[in-house]
């Protein structure tokens, strides 16, 4: 890695902190509690241009990669804050820039990169299609100039907080197609377009306070040149993004890791307990050691993922699927240690780690789950039977 | 308009400060635009985008401060001037000599700058260079217009308000409390890394090094000694008046 790429990645570091830290931890917990979309943290990011980091020059963004956007959220989550409530606007957009039309990208992209359009809500999982995608069953049907779309979605993100939406749905039903991953197609929704009542949604409670929905669609109408890539090859248009996806995945979980080493070596250097700081007993100083090597050891396949990933190298997929794995139980561990650190206190909201816990908990679920990257690893790079 | 600021690199006011063989550790020590002058340069950007102009921000410091400057430029200032020169590296008196010389390659109208900076806390660059170039300065300001030609600002004295009225030139130093300094953006920061930063040297200043010399020498550095645990007089309020007079005359002998 160039110095000069280093270089870069220390100033985004810094850019980011320095928003960041105008947005404390009780900013966050508010957020969380009443259940606020962080309207104000978003709207900094986005004027300062960070969520259309990603986003080629020629449409207004800045043309960065995806380690950078990693490190984007690694900040904001090592700061204490929420990346998951930002990560969608900058990297919903991939599938629309690799394979939308010309001129669905440009009447997009610059108010995407500018946040004037927020494009942070992506509507695949369904209550009967959850890790398996293939079996879902929203129809989209040709009429004319437009798709008629109908069925339901679970686990929406942030409906409520976004412009645009990606939609996954069936034009070709699974027993009329050859191979399961062919006729799912791709839509671009423009939510500010749709007659009320065409999406239903109700929304769900999770621990995490966010903006989770559930979603029906009601003869939704869609112009049909909002169809993104060819008819029937959806579900290719959202995997090739795959990598890229776990590249940026894996800074999110990185960040919370790094908060949990942060909190709980501060937290426990100054906790007096039978006269001494808890940290100087082992049983609490070196899970806090092991969680932050382990951290640290995620941290370098998932640079090395990027630099192959960069290099078209065609392992960067495998990489980029362990890095993801390891970020995200490396974090985990780092949130039991903290804690167990944190002892009483954790429980306690103002402390914020029960919270950053639910999150860190939360992202060996989804995006991909932990189980599906193990059976990836043992089929596709150790080459053993497919399990399912 | 053309507007001068001043930037001095300092310590991260969060950083521990750590002798080595009485000298200041620098080893991987995190360094900041100096907060004071963190004003300075919000102001700066600020009056030109409001009144047009051209902003060129200069420090005078090892090559590590140029990253102080690529923040200046990230954060809207047009121009970047190192003197990185270590020949002319010294006190408040060497450092306001090359300034000077800095500040009469070109002329400028409103020179912006720190009260003063957290790490030496001299408060004296600004008024010297300003007496060097023969303009009139104001310090400690909290509020900065222009009206009609002039410059207006507010001025902090020890609590209460001075409004003063100069003509441009001028130097004006800030004090906290002047503005809420932006952060850069991610464009401002991609845009900054492709400007190139000028580099000056005792030769492209026409300075005489001798003549320039500090008029000061660091004898010797020390932290301040730890504060010991204070003392909690006990007993009915008699008690303690007589305890305390004793401690003053026996143990402070202060009173005798
Ligand atoms: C807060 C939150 C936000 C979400 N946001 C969105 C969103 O914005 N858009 C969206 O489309 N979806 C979203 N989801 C849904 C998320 O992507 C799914 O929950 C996830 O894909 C898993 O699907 P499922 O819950 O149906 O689990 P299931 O498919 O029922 O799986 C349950 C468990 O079984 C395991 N499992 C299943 N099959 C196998 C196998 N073959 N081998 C080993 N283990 C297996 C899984 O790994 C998982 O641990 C969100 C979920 C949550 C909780």
Known sequence: MGVALTDLHQDIREGVREICSRFDQDYWRKSHEEHRYPTEFV??????????ALIPEEYGGSGLGFLEGAIILEEINRSGGNANQVHAQLYTMGALLRHGSEELKRRYLPQIASGELRLQTFAVTEPDAGTDTTKIKTRAVKKGDKYIINGQKIFISRFNNTDLLLLLARTTPLDQVQKKTHGISLFLVDKREVPEGQIEATPIDTMLGGDTNQLFFNDLEVPAENLI???????????????????????????????????????????????????????IQFPIAKAYMELRAAEALLYEAARKFDEKDPT???DANMAKYLCSEAAYNAAEACMQTFGGYAAANEYHINRKWMQTRMMKIAPISSNLILSYVGQHVLKMPRSF | MKILVLLKQTFDTEEQIELFDGEVNENGVKYIINPYDEYALEEAVAVKEK??????????????????????????????????????????????????????????DLIFCGHMAVDDGAAQVGPRLAEELGIPHITTITNFEIEDGKVKVEKDVEGDVEVIEADMPVLVTAQQGLNEPRYPSLPGIMKAKKKT????????????????????????????????????LKGDIGEQVFELVELLRNEAKVII
């Open chain 1, 316 to 318: 960067a997929g495998a």
């Open chain 1, 229 to 283: 890539g060819e008819e029937g090859r959806g579900l290719y248009c959202v995997m090739d993004g795959m990598v890229a996806e776990r590249i940026l995945v894996s800074g999110s979980a990185l960040g919370n890791g790094k908060y949990f080493i942060d909190q709980a070596v501060n937290y426990g250097n100054q906790r007096i307990v039978f006269d001494r700081p808890i940290t100087q007993n082992q049983g």
């Open chain 1, 43 to 52: 709207k900094a990011m986005s004027d300062a241009g960070w969520l259309g």
């Open chain 2, 197 to 232: 930063i000028e580099r000056l040297e005792a030769e492209d200043l026409d300075i005489d090094i001798e003549e320039i010399a500090p008029k000061t020498e660091i004898v010797g550095q020390y932290l301040p000694e730890r504060k010991k645990a204070g003392k909690v």
């Open chain 2, 51 to 108: 009144y047009g102009g051209e902003v060129t921000a200069v420090t005078v410091g090892p090559d590590r401060a140029e990253s102080a400057l690529r923040h200046a430029l990230a954060v809207g200032v047009d121009r970047a001037i190192i003197v990185n020169d270590e020949s002319l590296f010294g006190d408040e008196y060497t450092i306001s000599k090359v300034l000077a010389a800095v500040a009469k390659q070109d002329s400028y």
